[in-house]
């Protein structure tokens, strides 16, 4: 194929409702952090990006949403002309700019202070990240609490960025303001809002 | 396609087109996200005045799909003009399911009550807010209410609550009680009776409030802790009510006074009317109910 035709093609099969069941697995994520929602595989971007990914930028992304690549991501041309086509966000010059940041390699990732972490008047102002991970249960388990757990929840995703549960407690630390994380992976995905606090000490 | 596009060609589907869906759902999102922190979003004009709730209706329309099953109430009863409204709205744009029964709901739009029956995990409970700014009647400019709530100043909230005991010997304030969300954010829980208030505590359905003419989203996610605001020597204290339901012969619930001439005659019934007519079903009666039953 070629490059146009590779942008064009891999969108949501029904645009209004398959957008419409990515939100609502992302918000029953962020909702109750640590849940697993699968079934979301609906959209068939071009590698490196996953479809899962891709589904979670659909639903959520347009003009008004600059969204900023990791290295791994912004160096294809394909993904780059793929997002732009269906999305129509701009890339964000800076991370900070961004309002979403798609990572396809996490132990390589940028510090999380480098995202944009809102204001202490308007904490909404910050960005949210969607990382891709290879899977949900396999990694070093992070035992989570907080609004949405009723009693603890547990999740185990791989790989992460370095120092990750140092980075979070950090993250947390500034709330309100802070970054709110999404996780996608084949399992599907999950969620943590900068309110959510990690309780397991780093190995 | 799906059949629903084919039913409701003149609309998207839920009336909002896509891009104001997008940008409601990325407000919802951030809104779960700092529980109790009230995120401007860019409320469009519905086919409804201000305060007939396009709040609730906006957020409703964003998160409602086609499996959705939808309650509407409007001061806890199923079949009053409001509810009706936007319940024969939602099935006309969005074609989804509609119930009065709260257990089979699996989206709840509200005006100013709670059910009574304790939500399920999974249920999510869309508030009309007329004023979302907690702090507005004692600050009127959003400046400095916003302000107050970055610096988590909240003082002069339990000054106007102290001035309650002050005047009344108790805290007289019996409707959109101030609750603190998570130990953080002073929020209004909109119009609700206080009575309501302890419902909203470590509940395991999912609240999202819209405020439509204020253009505010904010959201309590499940199992969060949501605190009225008290003082230790006048603790925070529900209404009660010296009789039971004149049909239903509930109590623990929330009762209207309805009056029935114009010699002082009146009765108490419950508010929830779902709530009342399960009630009814099971067998409970109240002291009224034989006679509604004879005429």
């Known amino acids: ?203 | 396609m799906n059949a629903h596009t084919d039913n409701i060609a003149q609309y998207n589907f839920a009336y909002l087109d896509e891009q104001t869906k997008r940008m409601i759902r990325r407000a919802i999102l951030k809104a779960i996200a700092i529980p109790g922190y009230q995120v401007p979003f860019a409320s469009r004009e519905m086919p409804m005045p201000y305060g007939w709730g396009t709040g609730g209706v906006q957020v409703t329309a964003s998160v409602i799909g086609t499996d959705d099953v939808l309650k509407v109430i409007d001061q806890g009863a199923d079949d009053t003009t409001n509810a009706v409204s936007i319940r024969a709205f939602f099935q006309k744009v969005a074609n989804v399911e509609v119930t009065t029964h709260t257990a089979d709901a699996t989206i709840i739009q509200t005006r100013h009550r709670i059910p009574e029956e304790p939500l399920n995990a999974g249920q999510v409970l869309v508030y009309q807010v007329p004023i979302p700014e907690p702090l507005r009647f004692l600050e009127p400019r959003e400046t400095e209410t916003r302000k107050m709530h970055a610096l988590e100043e909240y003082g002069l909230m339990h000054v106007k609550l102290y001035e309650d005991i002050a005047q009344h010997g108790h805290i007289a304030t019996t409707f959109a009680y101030p609750v603190k969300v998570e130990g953080r954010y002073v929020m209004d829980p909109s119009p609700t009776p206080k009575f309501d208030n302890p419902k909203m505590h470590m509940s395991k359905a999912l609240q999202l409030f819209g405020a439509g003419r204020e253009k505010r989203i904010y959201a309590v996610p499940p199992y969060t802790r949501v605190e009225s605001l008290d003082f230790e020597d006048h603790p925070f204290e529900v209404q009660t009510f010296d009789e039971p339901c004149a049909l239903c012969g509930g109590t623990d619930v929330y009762l209207d006074e309805v009056v029935l001439d114009d010699r002082g005659g009146r009765m108490f019934v419950c508010s929830d009317t779902d709530n009342c007519e399960a009630r009814r079903a099971e067998g409970h009666r109240g002291h009224l109910s034989g006679e509604e039953a004879a005429t």
């Open chain 1, 1 to 203: 194929m070629t490059l146009d035709s590779i942008a064009i093609e891999g969108g949501f099969q029904n645009p209004v409702f398959d957008a419409q069941t990515i939100f609502r697995a992302v918000m029953q994520a962020m909702a109750e952090p640590g849940t697993i929602h699968k079934g979301i595989a609906l959209a068939k971007p071009p590698a490196p990006l996953t479809p899962e990914a891709a589904a979670v930028a659909l639903a959520l992304c347009d003009q008004d949403t600059p969204i900023w690549l990791d290295p791994a991501l912004a160096g294809d041309e394909a993904v780059r002309a793929w997002l732009a086509f269906h999305t129509g966000a701009p890339l964000a010059n800076t991370p900070a700019d961004a309002h979403f940041i798609l990572a396809a390699d996490p132990e390589h990732l940028i510090g999380l202070e480098n995202f944009a972490q809102g204001s202490q008047e308007y904490p909404d102002r910050s960005a949210t990240l969607v990382l891709q991970v290879n899977d949900l249960s396999g990694g070093e388990e992070l035992v989570l609490d907080g609004p949405g757990i009723e009693n603890e929840a547990r999740l185990a995703p791989r790989p992460m960025p370095r120092h990750f549960t140092r980075q979070w407690a950090q993250n947390h630390a500034r709330f309100p303001r802070g970054i709110d994380l999404i996780l996608v992976s084949r399992e599907g995905l999950a969620a943590l809002p900068r309110s959510t606090r990690i309780t397991s000490q780093e190995a």
